[in-house]
């Protein structure tokens, strides 16, 4: 089995609907779907015996398993779903997302496949050990492509400001083998702390396609809890780095952001260079006066 992609729900019935319709749309047939409900009491559990028993008959290729049971919060049912996965890589789409087309699972496990290109060797790609594409994100003036970091290795820095989407991530499964579960003390951010210490702390690659992947349910629970991702980042960063590394983040992650935007054109990089020998120049001065 070359995928596993895992649907977490609970009382979010309507969400369920689509994002299952999404899955069961897949051209693709190499992988399988868990579905792990925590004892939802708005009718989940009835849509997923609907799909168990008349999307299956239909379509016997596609492997769906699922639990509907109590559980202690989205991490620990993540985790269930990561101990029944039996796919190389795993995806979460949680309930409400979808797949942004019926292609995109074929599209993703054919670029897991591709040979290697001609200045790294031959043979199957092994390098990255999270591959991911666009997500897309429905607002009221249209819909956001979100990239990612597109292409290129993020730093900490990446880190400290954002993270690494997951419902359009293939993660290899291997992963978790190597790094452990997600940390279910947390509410909210524990993909992020996962991601921190695989990609950062563990310098595993990544690598980027660029398709949709994925459509991004703007009510889920990372979306509005603003507050508690705030909280369980910091406390995060505690615990895997040292306060004095932590000061200069704190106190110069915005400013270089802004540079970076600024640096982008010629005219006000041009601008501020002018600016900061001036000052230089004018401290110099002045000090010596």
């Known amino acids: ?123 199957v790609r092994s390098g990255a050990s999270i591959m991911y594409g666009n997500m897309l994100k429905p607002l009221p003036k249209g819909i956001l492509r979100d990239k990612g970091f597109a292409g290129r290795q993020p730093t900490l820095l990446d880190f400290y400001n954002g993270t690494l989407n997951h419902s359009p991530a293939f993660i290899r499964r291997s992963l978790f083998d190597k790094y452990g579960l997600y940390d279910e003390t947390l509410k909210i951010v524990s993909d992020w702390k996962w991601y921190m210490q695989v990609i950062i702390c563990g310098n595993e690659q990544i690598e980027y396609r660029n398709i949709d992947v994925t459509v991004f349910d703007m009510n889920g629970i990372s979306s509005v809890n603003r507050n508690l991702d705030k909280a369980e980042r910091k406390e995060v960063f505690a615990t895997l780095f040292p306060p004095t590394l932590l000061k200069d983040y704190e106190q110069w992650a915005f400013p270089i952001e802004q540079m970076k935007r600024l640096n982008k054109y010629w005219l006000t990089r041009k601008l501020i260079w002018w600016m900061e020998r001036g000052l230089f120049k004018w401290e110099k001065w002045t000090k010596h006066k």
């Open 1 to 123: 089995m070359k995928l596993s992609i895992i649907t977490i729900n609970k009382n979010n019935a309507s969400g369920l609907q689509k994002t299952m319709e999404s899955v069961f749309d897949q051209t693709s047939k190499d992988f399988e779907y868990i579905v792990i409900d925590g004892a939802s009491t708005d009718g989940s559990k009835e849509i997923i015996e609907q799909f168990s028993s008349h999307r299956l008959t239909a379509s016997p290729s596609h492997h769906l398993r699922w639990v509907s049971e109590p559980d202690t919060g989205i991490y620990n049912a993540m985790n269930k779903g990561i101990k029944m996965a039996q796919g190389e890589y795993v995806q979460f789409l949680n309930s409400g997302d979808t797949l942004a087309a019926p292609d995109v699972t074929k599209q993703m496990l054919e670029f897991a496949d591709l040979p290697l290109s001609l200045g790294e060797g031959t043979g």
